[in-house]
């Protein structure tokens, strides 16, 4: 086992940390001076994540905390593979709420992870914030390290993000009697498009959000769009969504051939290969009913409804199932527990979140405008955070 933060520490510093108090002030500070830190970077991921953290934000999750509070213990947290930087505001939220944080991180280093780990070690080396940064642990190791295992074992709460199987793995391992359990599973994401209000403001700046949505990942975030719903008539919906994929194109075209928007946006040969061999192979499952069509960075595939084979096989890199309905009673029918966030363009968020709690929707965590599937909030995938990651004093 390999502790990566704090540098040079050995396995023993997992023996000797001990919670602290739920908000307070040297941990407050913390994450407003790594805030600060984050927005200077010109990473996209680091500066949501400064944002995240500025102070007016912080004051309003607060708000949203329950009295009486104590820290659950020690939060043993498994990093996901797909987006390097989402663990750390669970961990940060662990963190802020007094509990002892121990993350294992994915194999893959991304370069977002990297300078994450330097603007904390940076934070560590200066004495106002070394002890709210001492109960921070983050390591890599293998499933089976003997260590790792004793960690699990003697957490107060554990965190797993990853595949339905290995989340089945996971759960499977010994835990303490009082432990909680918190699991993130095998989620599909949608974008429910207005036809009227596409065609009504086409050159709205749908085509800029959109992207971002789908592309800042490249669509491997759990909450990135991969089935786009057309609501509209068929005449309509074929107008519309010509004007909308040359407007997301151009968009993506116009980017600064050197910028780190362009960079991210652009399709690797690798993604490309694994694109290709996701739409093959879903053609030799059968779960395709029509082929699919180019639309410059993008690859369409029209579906006729929310297809749980079309939706495990999806290959990301830019591919978009498309579905035309002719009003929501259609899409009602289909949702399911692992449909996560619905996207929206030509709504109101008010009405969307009504309709699906006055039918009492199966699926549908998050119900977000155009731009902002990837802002992480607490209550993320039904759960709120905030109340599983402390203990309340009746």
Request: hydrophobic share 45%.
């Given at each position: 086992?390999?502790?990566?933060f704090?540098?040079?520490?050995?396995?023993?510093?997992l023996?000797?940390?001990?919670p602290?108090t739920?908000?307070h002030?040297d941990?407050t500070a913390?994450l407003?001076?790594?805030?600060r830190s984050?927005?200077?970077?010109?990473?996209?991921?680091?500066?949501a994540l400064g944002?995240?953290?500025?102070p007016a934000h912080?004051k309003q999750?607060?708000?949203h905390?329950?009295?009486?509070?104590r820290p659950r213990?020690?939060?043993?947290q498994?990093?996901p593979?797909n987006?390097?930087t989402?663990f750390?505001?669970?961990?940060l939220?662990?963190?802020w709420l007094?509990?002892?944080?121990?993350?294992r991180?994915s194999?893959?280093?991304?370069?977002d992870?990297?300078?994450?780990?330097?603007?904390l070690?940076?934070?560590?080396?200066?004495?106002?914030?070394?002890?709210?940064?001492?109960?921070?642990v983050?390591?890599?190791c293998?499933?089976e390290?003997?260590?790792?295992?004793?960690?699990l074992?003697?957490a107060?709460?554990?965190i797993?993000?990853?595949?339905d199987?290995?989340?089945l793995?996971l759960?499977?391992?010994?835990?303490?009697?009082?432990?909680?359990?918190?699991?993130?599973g095998?989620?599909?994401?949608?974008c429910l498009?207005?036809?009227?209000a596409?065609?009504a403001?086409?050159?709205?700046d749908w085509?800029?959000?959109?992207?971002?949505?789908t592309?800042?990942?490249?669509?491997?975030?759990?909450?990135s769009p991969r089935?786009?719903?057309w609501l509209?008539?068929?005449?309509?919906?074929?107008?519309?969504?010509?004007?909308?994929?040359?407007g997301v194109?151009?968009?993506?075209r116009?980017?600064?051939?050197?910028?780190?928007?362009a960079?991210r946006y652009?399709?690797?040969?690798?993604g490309?290969?694994?694109?290709l061999?996701?739409?093959q192979?879903?053609?030799l499952?059968?779960?395709?009913?029509?082929?699919?069509q180019?639309?410059?960075?993008f690859?369409t595939?029209p579906?006729?409804?929310?297809n749980?084979?079309?939706?495990?096989?999806?290959?990301?890199?830019g591919?978009?199932?498309e579905?035309?309905?002719?009003s929501?009673s259609?899409l009602?029918?289909?949702?399911?527990?692992?449909h996560?966030?619905?996207?929206f363009?030509?709504?109101?968020r008010?009405?969307?979140?009504?309709w699906?709690?006055?039918h009492?929707?199966a699926g549908l965590?998050?119900?977000?405008?155009?731009?902002?599937?990837?802002?992480f909030d607490?209550i993320?995938?039904?759960?709120?955070?905030i109340?599983?990651?402390?203990r309340?004093?009746?």
């Amino acid at each position: 086992m390999q502790i990566v933060f704090p540098r040079q520490a050995g396995n023993e510093l997992l023996q000797r940390l001990a919670p602290a108090t739920p908000f307070h002030s040297d941990l407050t500070a913390l994450l407003e001076m790594l805030g600060r830190s984050c927005l200077h970077s010109q990473s996209a991921p680091l500066a949501a994540l400064g944002f995240w953290l500025r102070p007016a934000h912080l004051k309003q999750m607060q708000l949203h905390a329950v009295k009486n509070i104590r820290p659950r213990g020690r939060v043993v947290q498994i990093a996901p593979g797909n987006v390097d930087t989402l663990f750390i505001y669970v961990a940060l939220l662990a963190l802020w709420l007094g509990n002892v944080v121990v993350v294992r991180l994915s194999s893959r280093v991304g370069e977002d992870e990297g300078e994450l780990l330097m603007l904390l070690e940076g934070l560590r080396q200066q004495p106002q914030y070394a002890d709210a940064l001492s109960r921070l642990v983050l390591l890599r190791c293998e499933y089976e390290d003997p260590e790792w295992m004793k960690c699990l074992t003697a957490a107060d709460m554990r965190i797993f993000w990853g595949s339905d199987q290995t989340l089945l793995k996971l759960a499977s391992l010994p835990r303490a009697p009082h432990c909680q359990d918190l699991a993130f599973g095998h989620k599909h994401s949608l974008c429910l498009l207005n036809t009227a209000a596409i065609l009504a403001d086409r050159d709205g700046d749908w085509a800029g959000r959109f992207v971002r949505d789908t592309l800042e990942f490249e669509q491997q975030g759990c909450t990135s769009p991969r089935t786009l719903i057309w609501l509209g008539i068929s005449d309509a919906v074929n107008e519309a969504k010509q004007c909308f994929w040359q407007g997301v194109n151009a968009f993506v075209r116009s980017q600064p051939k050197e910028s780190a928007a362009a960079r991210r946006y652009q399709l690797s040969e690798a993604g490309a290969m694994e694109r290709l061999i996701g739409l093959q192979q879903l053609a030799l499952d059968g779960a395709l009913i029509a082929a699919s069509q180019q639309q410059g960075r993008f690859v369409t595939v029209p579906v006729d409804g929310l297809n749980l084979s079309q939706e495990q096989g999806h290959p990301a890199q830019g591919v978009l199932f498309e579905w035309q309905i002719d009003s929501l009673s259609m899409l009602l029918p289909e949702l399911r527990p692992h449909h996560q966030t619905l996207g929206f363009y030509g709504f109101q968020r008010d009405e969307l979140v009504a309709w699906a709690v006055s039918h009492a929707v199966a699926g549908l965590d998050r119900i977000e405008p155009l731009g902002q599937a990837l802002v992480f909030d607490p209550i993320w995938d039904g759960s709120n955070l905030i109340q599983q990651l402390v203990r309340q004093l009746r």
